[in-house]
Structure formats: C-alpha cells, structure tokens
C-alpha cells in the first residue's frame, strides 16, 4: 500500500456510508455531523487549559466511580483490623477505616485514590489558569459573557466539591477542614447558628446525617451540577465559537484554524491522554493526603502546619489575616470573626469575578460584539487593575501558608501575618503601576518578550563611559541566541 | 519648582508611557491544506501505539497477577501507557493527516425579523384576558405558597439552635479525665506542659467535653474581675475550654517560654488560624484573629485524692461565636 491519499474508485460509496445512512435515517444528522467535522479551532496554546480541566473532570469521574464502591460514609465507631500495623486495634469511624482499605488493601485502590486527589487538584488548577487566560485576553466580552458567568460558577462548585470530597474520609486533616467550615457557618450574620445546625444537623461535629449529607453532595449533587453547567458553558462556546488572535486573514466575523477533522481531533485526544498520563503517573509516584499518616478525626485533636488542598489556601489566609473584630451590641453577637475570611472575602472575591464583564463595559463604554482577542497589552487598564485584583488574591493565598513557613524556616507566624496584613495594601498599588508602565512599554516598542530580545544595551566604552546601543531592526535576532 | 512636585510629575509620565495605534490588518486569505505523506512518522506512530498496548497490558497483567499490587509500578505502566498514546496521537495529529487552515464564518447571533415577533408571540397568547391584576395577584400568591411549601421540610435537616448549643457535661463536681477515661490528679499537670481533660463519662465527640489545663506560677496569674483564684485556679491550675472560640479548631499547641527573660509569655494557641491566649489572664486574646477569650472552667482538687473536679460551669459559652453566643462578659 502507498502512501497517498486513499483511493476512491469511481462509483463505489465512500466507506462508512452505510452507517452515515443508518444514522441520518434516525436523526437526520448528516448535515450536523458534516459541520461538527468541519467545526474549526482557532489554534493558540493558551486554548488548550479549558480542554485540560475538562479532562481532568472526566478523569475525576471515572476514578471518583471506582471509589464509591469501596468507601463506606459512616461516622460509627469501629476498631482497625486492616494490613496498616501502626493503627492495629486503634478506634476510629467507618469511614476512615474504608478509607484505610481502600488504600492499603484494595489492589490498585491507593492508585485510584491518590489520581482522583490529584485529578482534583489539576481540576481546580486548570479552571484558575483558564480563568486568568480569558479574562487577560478579555474573552469575556460579548457575546460570551453568559459563557464567563457559568465558568464562574464552575470554579466555585469545583472548590466546594473538592472540599467535600477532602472532607469524607474523616481523617485529621478533613476533620480540622470542617471544624473551620461550621465555624464560618455559625458566623454568618443573624442566621448563622440555625444555619450550621440545619447542615450538620445539630452541634458540630453533627449527627450520622452530616456523613449521609456530604456523600450525597460529592457524590451526586455536585458533580451532576457541574457536568450540566460544562454542558451549557461548551454550548456557549460552540454557539459562538472560540476568539482569536488578531492576525493575518483574521476578522471579527470569521474564525481561523484547524478544522475538528482529522488534525485537531487527534490531538485533542492526545491532550486527554496526556492529562490522563500525567495524573496517572501522579498518582502512581507523588504520594498525596496519605490520611493513615495524620490519624483518625476528634474534635479535640488538631495539628500544626496542617495544609488544606491548594485551592482552599485563600479561605485559610483570609482567616488568619483578619484582625479579632467582632462586631457586638446589645448582647448579640451580630458579626462573628470568621466571617470576613472565611464568607466576606470569597464572596466578595466570587462577586468580583462575576461582574468583570458588565465592569468592564462600564470602564472601556464598549458594548460591541467581540470575536478578536485583546493581548493583554491591549489595553493596559484592564491588565493592570486585574494585576492588582489577582495579586490581593494572590497575596492572601500566601498568607495561608503561614504554618509551613513557620514550621520550615522558623519565622514567628506574628511577624509574617502583620507583614500580610500590609503588604495586601501595597501590593497591589505596586502591581497595578509595575503592570500599567510595562504594557504601555511594550504597546511603544511593540516588542514580543518571550520571543526575543529586543531591548536597548548599555555598553561600556574604553574611556570609561557608558553608551546605549540602540538594537538594529535589521539585526535583531527573532529568537534568544544561546548565550 | 519643590521636589515632591517633580517627583509625582514624574510618576505621572512613567505611568502614562506612550501610545501607538495598531495596524489596520491586510486583507489576506490564510486558507491552507498540506498533506505530509511522512512516512518515518507513520512508522513513528505505528511503534508508539504498539508500545502504548504493551504498556497498557503490562498494567493488567500486574494488576491482576501480582501479589504486592505496588502503586508505584501499577501507575508508571498506566501513566506510560497514556504517555505514549499521547505521543501517537499528537505525532499523528501534526505529521501525518491532512494539516488544514481553514476559515469558517460566524454566525448571525442577532435576528432582527425574529426578535420582533417573539414578544409579539407572547403577548397574543394573553389575548382575551381582561382581569390582569387580579390574576398576577393570584399568581403571586400560589408562587409564594407553594414556594414556601416546597422549602418547609429543608426545617427537618436540623434542630432550632438555641435549645441545645449551651448544654455542657461540665457540673460542679465532676472528675476531669483523661481520653482513656482515667482521672487526672493535680499533680499530673506540669509547669510547662499542658493536658487535655475531659468530663468524666462524657462523650469525647461532645464539642464542650475537652479542656486544657495548665499550671502557672500563682504570682502571675492575673484573672479577670469576679473570678477568685481560690475557685477557678486552685495552686496555680487553669482549665480552658480547648475548642477555639474562633472557628472551632482545637487548641493544639502551648508555647511556653524555654527562657523567660527574653521570650513571650505562655500563650496556648490554635493552629489553625493562630488565634493565640493568655492562659494567665483568663485566656486574652494577644493575637490572631479569634473574638473573645477562651471560657475558662473553674477547677478543685479533691482534697484526699488530689483528683482534679470542675468547680462550676464555663464562664461564658463555648466554641464559634454566633448571634446569641454567651461572651461572659467579654
């Protein structure tokens, strides 16, 4: 067989016609199918983070499936007889003593386990990535504001599902996640207590009902939602299709790139299988929460340096920053502490993503129809005022990871939360200007970073002098010259 | 001209930078369809997803014939079968099939013909109807009846708040214990260390169940009005709800000063968020974030055993804050 193009004798169907027939006879599809085939993908690498948090939740659902049939949600007490030898005959819930099980005894169970936490958190990662790409290239504009909204609410329905899920296992560390959690709860203004009592039903730690509860929400309740509100945020992408880059042939009515068939369709699939791989291999050789290190859960138990999964960090950090206000009168408690970290400041956080597209038509008075990409030296205001945003956020993040750096390099967690505590002031001025002044310079120089030098030299002269070197535009080379 | 004029003007320059108008585009047609005809790569692809089924099988014969089911092998052969399928993938992706740009049109989002008739639509479906208000009303009230129907049972899910939260296992009297249920004796609990007791016959599940309880020299304790150390730190011992009364963590760390003329004072602290307390003056808050002091239990020692017994209930209500929360006076 040569390697041409397939040969297609005259009169004889193409392959695969009968079973196009056999559908379309069903479905009419044909025409559907034809334009799905033909569907083009405009190409740039930062296109590709949504795709992988897709994965990784497709990822998360296969193996999440593989653990529910082993993970028993039980707070009842029962005594370890498992292979772990250092908990033999130690006391603890049923569910962490699954959970043991699962991990210790069940072949290929400590693999499953440990690629669904991974998945989780490349889950989240992926979402904030992606996240970051389209609001700095300004995809959010209209028409795919809608589409931002529901990717909005994803990521906060990926953080609460992977709070849950780190929650179940009734190990120290879930336990202390949840201690902080009713707290926040019981803080919430006025309706806080009957709140926390309706969700735990009763007194933290709760009745056999929280177990029940939080099963039904990572198991069902969750993942239903957020694979119903990927089905709307792909149907908005596809309505409308992808942005892209200006460029060469580029116009705000037509979209430039690899057709889905064959190219973009195999290597899509080969991110999938990429994501799979490095999850799988993560999960095979990255040992993460291994739940019989840190012991079963007691409320009057606690550790130090204990850290939550990543994408909680922010809600510890918040907490911690947050000076002892309570707002008291009357001989009522109308604003608890945790409250601010831990309910004010996502929500706040949450509502800020939410209106970025109706801010940013306020700001820019642009109400127009956007197909074409802003680089995110485009427009220097949106860029700068989202360094600012992101970077508070950023610098809060941090801030949770005050424990390990105490633990790690000895520095008293007092000196590193009052440095915190002003440094979420400044730096954001600090990066609002330092990003501002960069993307004016570069829309002047019109230069291209990451793809080569292109900056002036100072040089020193024989006399002793210093003189600038203008580059020569001829001269410059596109790419860094390995020096 | 005053320096500090110079200086915001030249803030002012460098945040203004420069501006420059971007290019008009050029009208170009950037439709492209090559076909590589690579054989090497075929050959490429074809070895890489022969390895991937090896791979691939290697992780099934060791998941099922292997005795140890080691994590670490089970993953690599499953992570390199991936691996490879990745690589067969985007190698056949890239170099083998047809590479295309291709140009496909929007499509028209805004239907002007349409978007006329749809209200039109609507409205004449409410053609004939001449009691709207009175309708609307009717309307109005079956939504918030049913809604609220609807939303009722969600009452089941927990009990009202204020019935239960401040009953604590603590009465004057009862035997502080150990987790394993021994008593402890005023002579168990050290300078400088620090102890976790619990009611005896209490659960530990119980958030008002487990104290700390630590010794100061007596000189040092300075407690709030009202609390006689004769009756809340008998020889110096001083008991504290360990629940924090921030978020609910327990209070799992005592720093204790190892030399007291340079290091803080003891304080217990919480590690979740660093709450931290003045055991000597009736749990203060010196750090953190937490609101009020942690309620501290009154203790005695038995005077023939030494056992250690709760002389009262806790000063104020214990755990996370809320509306009605008891703040002892704090």
Not at chain 1, 12 to 35: M, N
Not at chain 1, 55 to 63: D, Q, R
Not at chain 2, 250 to 258: H, K, N, Q, V, W
Not at chain 2, 277 to 303: C, E, K
Request: proline share 8%; with cysteine.
């Amino acid at each position: 067989m040569s390697a041409a193009r397939p040969a297609r004798r005259d009169g004889a169907p193409p392959p695969g016609r009968d079973t196009v027939r056999w559908i379309d006879e069903r479905a009419g599809a044909s025409p559907a199918l034809k334009k799905a085939l033909r569907y083009v993908f405009p190409e740039h690498w930062s296109f590709m983070l949504g795709e992988i948090a897709l994965y990784a939740f497709v990822i998360l659902v296969g193996t999440g499936t593989f653990l529910a049939l082993f993970f028993e949600s039980s707070t009842a007490d029962t005594t370890y007889h498992g292979s772990y030898a250092p908990l033999a005959g130690e006391r603890m819930s049923l569910a962490y003593a699954s959970t043991l099980r699962l991990s210790q005894d069940v072949p290929g169970g400590l693999l499953l386990r440990q690629t669904h936490h991974w998945a989780a958190l490349v889950f989240v990662a992926a979402i904030v990535a992606h996240l970051l790409r389209v609001f700095f290239t300004a995809a959010f504009r209209k028409p795919r504001d809608v589409t931002w909204t529901i990717g909005v609410t994803l990521l906060m329905l990926a953080v609460l599902e992977g709070f849950a899920g780190y929650s179940m296992p009734d190990d120290l560390l879930s336990g202390m996640g949840l201690a902080i959690a009713y707290g926040v709860a019981m803080s919430l203004p006025v309706i806080g207590g009957n709140a926390a009592f309706l969700i735990w039903g009763g007194e933290y730690p709760g009745t056999h009902d929280f177990t029940t509860r939080l099963l039904t929400l990572h198991v069902f309740v969750l993942p239903a939602l957020i694979a119903l509100l990927i089905a709307f945020h792909l149907a908005g992408v596809i309505r409308t299709h992808h942005t892209q880059f200006p460029g060469p042939g580029r116009t705000q009515r037509n979209v430039v790139g690899a057709p889905l068939w064959p190219s973009y369709a195999l290597r899509t699939l080969g991110l999938l299988s990429a994501t799979a791989a490095a999850l799988f291999l993560l999960g095979g050789l990255v040992q993460i929460n291994p739940i019989w290190q840190w012991g079963p859960y007691e409320p009057y138990l606690s550790t130090n340096g204990a850290q939550p999964d990543w994408f909680l960090g922010w809600l510890i950090g918040g907490l911690r920053l947050m000076p002892p206000l309570e707002i008291h009168f009357f001989g009522l408690t109308w604003v608890p502490n945790p409250f601010w970290g831990g309910a004010w400041f996502p929500l706040a956080v949450f509502a800020t993503l939410y209106a970025i597209p109706w801010l940013d038509r306020r700001l820019t008075r642009d109400r127009a129809r956007h197909e074409l990409l802003d680089r995110p030296r485009d427009n220097p205001q949106r860029t700068a005022l989202g360094m600012a945003f992101f970077s508070w956020v950023a610098l809060v993040f941090f801030a949770g990871s005050a424990d390990r750096v105490l633990i790690r390099f000895g520095i008293p967690y007092e000196s590193q939360i009052w440095f915190a505590r002003g440094a979420i002031f400044v730096v954001p001025v600090i990066a609002y200007a330092l990003t501002l002044r960069i993307c004016r310079e570069l829309q002047r120089s019109d230069a291209h970073p990451l793809r080569g030098w292109s900056g002036r030299r100072i040089v020193r002269t024989r006399a002793g002098g210093f003189a600038v070197v203008e580059p020569d535009a001829a001269i410059r080379p596109r790419r860094p010259t390995g020096r | 001209m005053s320096g500090w004029r110079v200086i915001v003007a030249a803030i002012l320059l460098w945040l203004r930078g420069d501006r420059r108008n971007p290019q008009p585009p050029e009208p170009v047609d950037p439709r492209e369809r090559r076909v590589p005809f690579n054989a090497r790569a075929q050959l490429l692809v074809a070895a890489l997803l022969a390895l991937a089924g090896l791979a691939g099988f290697a992780f099934a014969t060791l998941y099922l014939i292997s005795p140890a089911h080691e994590t670490q092998w089970l993953g690599l052969a499953l992570g390199v079968a991936f691996a490879l399928l990745a690589a067969a993938l985007i190698v056949a992706g890239k170099a083998i099939v047809p590479q295309e740009v291709a140009v496909e049109e929007r499509s028209q989002l805004v239907h002007e013909q349409a978007e006329q008739e749809v209200p039109q639509l609507i409205a004449e479906g409410a053609e004939g109807v001449t009691r709207r208000g009175l309708l609307a009303s009717g309307a109005a009230v079956a939504g918030l009846g049913v809604g609220a129907a609807l939303v009722a049972p969600a009452a089941s899910l927990g009990p009202n708040v204020s019935r239960r939260i401040d009953d604590t296992p603590w009465r004057r009297g009862v035997r502080v214990v150990d987790e394993r249920g021994r008593p402890l004796r005023a002579d168990d609990v050290e300078q400088g260390t620090f102890v976790t007791g619990f009611p005896e016959g209490a659960s530990l599940r119980d958030l008002a169940a487990p104290i700390v309880i630590v010794r100061l020299p007596p000189s040092t304790i300075h407690l709030p009005d009202g609390r006689d150390p004769a009756d809340w730190a008998p020889e110096g011992l001083l008991a504290y709800s360990k629940i924090c009364t921030h978020a609910g963590c327990a209070i799992g760390l005592y720093r204790y000063p190892s030399f007291r003329a340079t290091q803080q004072r003891p304080a217990l602290v919480c590690p979740c968020h660093y709450s931290t307390f003045d055991p000597a003056r009736g749990a203060d808050v010196i750090f953190g974030p937490a609101g009020r002091p942690l309620p501290q239990l009154p203790l005695m020692i038995d005077p023939s055993t030494r056992e250690l017994r709760a002389n009262g209930g806790y000063s104020a209500s214990i755990g996370p804050s809320w509306l009605n929360v008891d703040r002892g006076g704090a």
